[in-house]
Nanobody, 123 residues
Framework: QVRLVESGGGFVQSGGSLRLSCEASGSIVSINSMGWYRQAPGKERDLVARITSGGSTDYADSVLGRFAISRDSAKNTMYLQMNSLKPEDAAVYYC?????????????????WGQGTQVTVSS
Protein backbone atom coordinates (compact mmCIF):
# COMPACT_ATOMS: atom_id res chain seq x y z
CA GLN A 1 0.00 0.00 0.00
CA VAL A 2 1.15 3.52 -0.81
CA ARG A 3 -0.07 6.18 1.56
CA LEU A 4 -0.10 9.94 1.05
CA VAL A 5 -0.45 12.40 3.91
CA GLU A 6 -1.01 16.12 3.36
CA SER A 7 -0.20 18.86 5.83
CA GLY A 8 0.13 22.62 5.96
CA GLY A 9 -3.43 23.76 5.40
CA GLY A 10 -5.00 26.41 7.57
CA PHE A 11 -6.51 29.87 7.73
CA VAL A 12 -4.98 32.84 5.94
CA GLN A 13 -6.06 36.30 4.90
CA SER A 14 -6.38 37.27 1.28
CA GLY A 15 -2.92 37.97 -0.06
CA GLY A 16 -1.25 35.63 2.41
CA SER A 17 0.80 32.50 1.84
CA LEU A 18 0.77 28.84 2.80
CA ARG A 19 2.98 25.89 1.99
CA LEU A 20 1.40 22.47 1.67
CA SER A 21 3.34 19.24 2.03
CA CYS A 22 2.57 15.71 0.90
CA GLU A 23 4.62 12.75 2.09
CA ALA A 24 4.37 9.37 0.39
CA SER A 25 5.18 6.18 2.25
CA GLY A 26 5.03 2.45 1.62
CA SER A 27 6.86 -0.05 -0.54
CA ILE A 28 7.52 2.48 -3.29
CA VAL A 29 9.73 1.58 -6.21
CA SER A 30 9.35 4.86 -8.05
CA ILE A 31 7.03 7.84 -8.34
CA ASN A 32 6.38 9.03 -11.87
CA SER A 33 4.48 12.17 -10.98
CA MET A 34 2.79 13.92 -8.09
CA GLY A 35 0.11 16.54 -8.16
CA TRP A 36 -2.17 18.76 -6.17
CA TYR A 37 -5.92 18.90 -6.73
CA ARG A 38 -8.55 20.94 -4.95
CA GLN A 39 -12.26 20.70 -4.39
CA ALA A 40 -14.59 23.33 -3.01
CA PRO A 41 -18.12 22.50 -1.78
CA GLY A 42 -20.46 21.92 -4.71
CA LYS A 43 -17.63 21.85 -7.24
CA GLU A 44 -15.63 19.14 -8.96
CA ARG A 45 -12.09 18.21 -8.04
CA ASP A 46 -9.70 20.08 -10.31
CA LEU A 47 -5.99 19.98 -11.03
CA VAL A 48 -3.96 22.71 -9.35
CA ALA A 49 -0.43 21.68 -10.27
CA ARG A 50 1.52 18.59 -11.18
CA ILE A 51 5.21 17.69 -11.34
CA THR A 52 6.89 14.73 -13.05
CA SER A 53 9.93 12.77 -11.98
CA GLY A 54 11.90 14.75 -14.55
CA GLY A 55 10.88 18.05 -12.98
CA SER A 56 8.45 19.30 -15.59
CA THR A 57 5.41 21.10 -14.19
CA ASP A 58 1.86 21.90 -15.16
CA TYR A 59 -0.34 24.54 -13.53
CA ALA A 60 -3.95 25.55 -13.70
CA ASP A 61 -4.29 28.97 -15.32
CA SER A 62 -5.94 30.31 -12.19
CA VAL A 63 -2.82 29.71 -10.07
CA LEU A 64 -0.08 30.29 -12.61
CA GLY A 65 2.44 32.78 -11.29
CA ARG A 66 1.13 32.53 -7.72
CA PHE A 67 1.69 28.86 -6.84
CA ALA A 68 4.86 26.81 -7.18
CA ILE A 69 5.06 23.03 -7.01
CA SER A 70 8.27 21.26 -6.02
CA ARG A 71 9.43 17.80 -5.09
CA ASP A 72 12.10 16.20 -2.92
CA SER A 73 12.52 12.81 -4.57
CA ALA A 74 14.82 11.47 -1.86
CA LYS A 75 12.08 12.03 0.72
CA ASN A 76 9.14 11.16 -1.57
CA THR A 77 7.70 14.49 -0.56
CA MET A 78 5.95 17.15 -2.63
CA TYR A 79 5.27 20.77 -1.77
CA LEU A 80 2.95 23.49 -2.97
CA GLN A 81 3.98 27.05 -2.17
CA MET A 82 0.88 29.22 -2.40
CA ASN A 83 1.34 32.99 -2.54
CA SER A 84 -1.09 35.86 -3.05
CA LEU A 85 -3.95 33.67 -1.94
CA LYS A 86 -7.47 34.64 -2.96
CA PRO A 87 -10.84 33.65 -1.48
CA GLU A 88 -11.49 31.53 -4.57
CA ASP A 89 -8.47 29.41 -3.62
CA ALA A 90 -10.32 28.13 -0.55
CA ALA A 91 -10.88 24.39 -0.87
CA VAL A 92 -9.78 21.01 0.35
CA TYR A 93 -6.45 20.28 -1.30
CA TYR A 94 -5.63 16.68 -2.17
CA CYS A 95 -2.30 15.08 -2.95
CA UNK A 96 -2.06 12.55 -5.77
CA UNK A 97 0.80 10.33 -6.88
CA UNK A 98 1.34 7.61 -9.44
CA UNK A 99 4.20 5.21 -9.88
CA UNK A 100 5.19 1.65 -9.03
CA UNK A 101 5.32 -0.23 -5.75
CA UNK A 102 6.18 -3.73 -4.55
CA UNK A 103 3.45 -6.08 -3.47
CA UNK A 104 3.91 -9.83 -3.06
CA UNK A 105 7.30 -9.63 -4.72
CA UNK A 106 5.88 -7.95 -7.82
CA UNK A 107 6.30 -4.44 -9.14
CA UNK A 108 2.84 -3.05 -9.69
CA UNK A 109 1.51 0.34 -10.74
CA UNK A 110 -0.27 2.53 -8.24
CA UNK A 111 -2.31 5.68 -8.09
CA UNK A 112 -2.92 7.03 -4.61
CA TRP A 113 -4.76 9.94 -3.00
CA GLY A 114 -4.27 11.63 0.33
CA GLN A 115 -7.05 12.49 2.75
CA GLY A 116 -6.97 16.21 1.97
CA THR A 117 -6.08 19.33 3.88
CA GLN A 118 -8.35 22.36 4.29
CA VAL A 119 -7.29 25.77 3.04
CA THR A 120 -9.46 28.72 4.08
CA VAL A 121 -8.86 32.23 2.74
CA SER A 122 -10.70 35.19 4.25
CA SER A 123 -11.67 38.13 2.07
Amino acid sequence: QVRLVESGGGFVQSGGSLRLSCEASGSIVSINSMGWYRQAPGKERDLVARITSGGSTDYADSVLGRFAISRDSAKNTMYLQMNSLKPEDAAVYYCNADGRYIYGGLRLPFTSWGQGTQVTVSS
